[in-house]
């Protein structure tokens, strides 16, 4: 059985993952006026995530893990993006 942070740390070392969450929040910067956030779950949930909500400040993707919602969060920033996961307290 794995622990909620190795299957964090799994879901942030999964290429696939980073990549489509980072090519989905730089869409949002772009066109957060003219989409529906829901729609961003979808491409996720192919990916096999239980997604619970998205937000759109931060964008981000609450993943259902087991028992526990965790909160993907993009940062991005002029030069980079970062994926932070935000576990419940």
Known sequence: MTTLTEQVQALMRNQQFVNLFSTLAE???DEHEY???KEYAIPLRKLGL???AMTKRPFGAIVQLDDTSVHFVAKLSRRR???EARLPH
Do not use: F, K, M, Q
């Open 27 to 29: 869409r949002w910067a």
């Open 35 to 37: 989409e529906d956030i």
């Open 50 to 52: 239980t997604i619970v």
């Open 81 to 83: 993006l970062t994926i």
